[in-house]
Each structure stands twice: as structure tokens, then as C-alpha cells.
């Protein structure tokens, strides 16, 4: 079972992995909500191990996110809130457990195994809809358009996995040199103009918007909040 964890209390943190690590768990930490979102992108969890009040993003926010994002992974709130207003909002979020600080160790491995019992079973889908005939499997790394298999430059499906990872966000010019080039290579605004001509004909004009002197934006079917 692999375990993505968030928590930024460093000593704790490393007390709850290797303990889950002793229990024969898989378990990678995180010490903020940003970088907990990128691994979400870049990896399948079983369970995700949540604190609420976290750098950059919070665990509720977070969670909203994700399950927004059509992903049902399991998920585990620990945290010292525990207001009921709290709890309601984390179960609300998506949560399927909630733990409050203190705990013992080992009520985390029973609810841990009490969830692995349960009916908890769907995998996130890894199927991300563009539009209504355009969608993009994470695991193949392959774009579908009509069902049918669309090959993708690598450079333009390395700005095609970072849009997916940011949507209706702003994303730089400098940011995309960063993704789509590696550090020995050159890169140009009139290469980067190329690809993202290349993205926009396959993904549709609307889905992937100039915002001039900026950068480009991934526009999703519905609006953020």
C-alpha cells in the first residue's frame, strides 16, 4: 500500500513514517499542500495521510482539489482542529476519516487497515477530460481525440501535463522554458509560439488561451471558483 503523506511537523513526520514503514507501508512525505498536489499528479496513492494546517495550501483545500479533479483515493485528516465546525468541513472536503492530534500510532494503523477492509477499492481515474471528445490518460501519457490516439511532441506533452497540473492559471513563459526544456538546451519564443500553435490545433483554440506579454492559460470545462 503506498502512502502519501502531509505533514510539516518534521519530527512527527518522521515518527508516523517509519512506523507505517515498519508496518510494511510504502511512504512518501511532503511538507506542504503544493508539492502534495504535484505528487498526486506524478504518482497513484493508495491512502493519503493529510494534516489540515499545512504551507501553501491546506489539507481541506487541498482534498477539494483533488476530489474536484475526480480523484477518490482514500484519504486520512490528522490535525490538532477539532472544533465540530472542523470536522464537518474535512468530511465535507471529501475525507473518508478523520484522526485528531494526539493520537496513538497504532489507532492510525487501525483506521488505516479499517479503511483497507472497506469498500474503498476505486483507483483515481487517470482519464482527465479536455472536452466533450478530447480527453488525456495520466498513466499512458497519451492524448485522445475522438478515441482515437493523438501523438504528442515530448516538449508539448511535457506543457500539456503542467497545464492539466494548473488549470485556469496563469502559467509563464519562463515557467513553460523550465518544463518543456531541459537545463542544456535552448530554448526560444518562437519554438515555444510552435508548440503551443501544435497543442491548441489538437486540444481545440478555446482550451489552451494567450494571455499576451504573459504567458497561456489551460481554460477547463468549468470555470475555477
Request: hydrophobic letters at 35%; glycine letters at 4%.
Amino acid at each position: 500500500m503506498k502512502i502519501l503523506l502531509l505533514e510539516d511537523d518534521l519530527a512527527l513526520a518522521d515518527i508516523i513514517k517509519e512506523y507505517l514503514e515498519d508496518n510494511d507501508f510504502e511512504v512518501q512525505l511532503v511538507t506542504d499542500g503544493e508539492e502534495a498536489l504535484d505528487k498526486t499528479y506524478e504518482n497513484n496513492y493508495d491512502l493519503y495521510i493529510f494534516d489540515v494546517n499545512v504551507p501553501l495550501l491546506r489539507g481541506f483545500d487541498l482534498l477539494k482539489q483533488l476530489r474536484k479533479n475526480d480523484d477518490r483515493t482514500p484519504t486520512i485528516y490528522i490535525t490538532s482542529l477539532n472544533d465540530i465546525e472542523d470536522i464537518s468541513e474535512g468530511f465535507e472536503s471529501g475525507a473518508d476519516d478523520y484522526l485528531k492530534k494526539p493520537f496513538e500510532l497504532a489507532e492510525l494503523l487501525l483506521r488505516i487497515k479499517n479503511l483497507q477492509k472497506r469498500s474503498f477499492t476505486q483507483k483515481r481515474s487517470s482519464i482527465i477530460e479536455i472536452s466533450e471528445n478530447t480527453t488525456f490518460d495520466l498513466e499512458c501519457e497519451l492524448l485522445y481525440v475522438d478515441q482515437k490516439p493523438i501523438s504528442l511532441a515530448p516538449k508539448e506533452l511535457r506543457a500539456l501535463k503542467y497545464f492539466l497540473q494548473h488549470p485556469n492559471h496563469t502559467v509563464t513563459f519562463d515557467q513553460l522554458y523550465d518544463v518543456m526544456w531541459d537545463y542544456d538546451e535552448e530554448s526560444s519564443a518562437v519554438s515555444l509560439r510552435a508548440h503551443m500553435k501544435n497543442l491548441r490545433k489538437k486540444l481545440g483554440q478555446d482550451k489552451i488561451q494567450n494571455i499576451r506579454g504573459v504567458g497561456y492559460r489551460y481554460a477547463t470545462m468549468e470555470p475555477a471558483e
